[in-house]
């Protein structure tokens, strides 16, 4: 049978019970071999798991870690060094299209024009071949102090 | 006003841009976070792929970071949020694929056997003891595992364990208590002798 005492003992065993009532239930623990087993099942079951083994790290973990996190730290940080570029890019690709629409009046379509002059500029299939184009280069102490984010 | 404690220091020495000092952490974290990461999921593939994870988000929070509480306290409830996620996502996982293949489920969140994990050169019955403990740990539900690995293996008070999962203190006591009444019923063969 169990003893209407027993989830006392699994808080004394977490450090759930104030002195007073720790004292209490050692008190009831002397006369009562129901608690005082699932007392010592807690314990020594708690000690069993010592025998769980440890895994040791890989060797290269760190420099795994770190490779990942400069690779991510690179993607973004071209992302947002690239933004100012096309914008600034964009604005001289407008202002050529508009001085080349003007001095080709007889264009049927101008808008059209600006359009197909900023592809030129912006030499997208350039940059498709050489992605090299829109890599930053690290600092000159080989580190990457500006991510950009 | 207090110092912080020496790992914010290098936390902060990162947030300056010092690369070395994150370095420094990631190694000097890494077995812990990497042995809680396999005693929660039970497989080492998944532990590392887990504490990398958990260091490339540490990378990505060095520009939001603010010393709050020890760095540890901190790092934890990154692998605390890390770990819970990754066991949420397998649940999801393993419902999608119940629901295409009609197969009946083991317990949710519980890993397969890791092959590697198993040491060479122990006796049978260590070996049997070392299984039975993994998978005593393995079948806890995820909060108490993850509660019992952090008081247990990583000696995490109460009041870190519960900053660390989002808890009040008595919550964690809580799950700790449940925790090892199921260990108890889960180990009951081996404390055969010592206990009826």
Redesign the interface.
């Known amino acids: 049978m169990t003893c209407p005492r027993r989830e006392e003992v ?2 004394l ?4 019970l104030t002195p007073a009532e720790a004292a209490g239930l050692n008190r009831h623990l002397e006369g009562c071999a129901a608690c005082r ?2 007392k ?3 314990r ?3 000690e ?2 010592d ?8 060797a290269d ?2 420099e ?3 490779a ?2 400069r690779a ?2 690179g993607t973004r940080g071209r992302i947002v060094r690239l933004a100012p570029w096309l914008g600034a890019a964009a604005a001289a690709a407008l202002v050529v299209a508009i001085a080349l629409t003007r001095h080709h009046p007889q264009t049927a379509d101008p808008d059209r024009e600006v359009v197909e002059n900023l592809g030129l500029l912006l030499n997208q299939p350039a940059l498709e071949r050489d992605p090299l184009l829109l890599v930053d280069a690290p600092g000159a102490n080989g ?3 500006d991510y950009g ?1 | 006003m207090e110092r912080p404690d020496p790992d914010a220091e290098l936390m902060l020495r990162f947030q300056q841009g010092d690369e070395s000092a994150y370095a420094t952490l990631v190694g000097r974290f890494t077995e812990p976070i990497l042995n809680l990461a396999w005693k929660f999921l039970g497989s080492r593939t998944e532990a590392e792929d887990l504490a990398q994870e958990v260091f490339l988000r540490v990378f990505r929070a060095r520009k939001s970071y603010t010393v709050q509480a020890k760095f540890s306290t901190w790092l934890y409830r990154v692998t605390a949020n890390a770990c819970l996620n990754r066991i949420k996502s397998k649940t999801n996982e393993r419902v999608r694929s119940l629901h295409s293949t009609g197969e009946d489920g083991r317990e949710l969140g519980r890993s397969v056997q890791d092959p590697e994990a198993e040491e060479p050169g122990l006796g049978l019955e260590r070996e049997e003891l070392h299984r039975e403990v993994r998978r005593a740990v393995e079948e806890l539900p995820a909060n108490q595992r993850l509660a019992l690995i952090m008081n247990k293996y990583d000696g995490l008070a109460y009041e870190q364990i519960a900053e660390s999962m989002g808890l009040t203190v008595m919550a964690v006591k809580s799950l700790l208590m449940r925790a090892r009444v199921k260990l108890k019923e889960t180990l009951a063969r081996h404390l055969r002798g010592h206990v009826s």
């Open positions: 699994e808080r065993a977490v450090g759930d087993e699932h010592e099942g807690l020594l079951s708690w069993l798991l025998a769980a083994p440890r895994i040791a790290a890989p973990f760190t795994r870690v770190l990942r996190a991510e730290a580190s990457h102090e984010y």
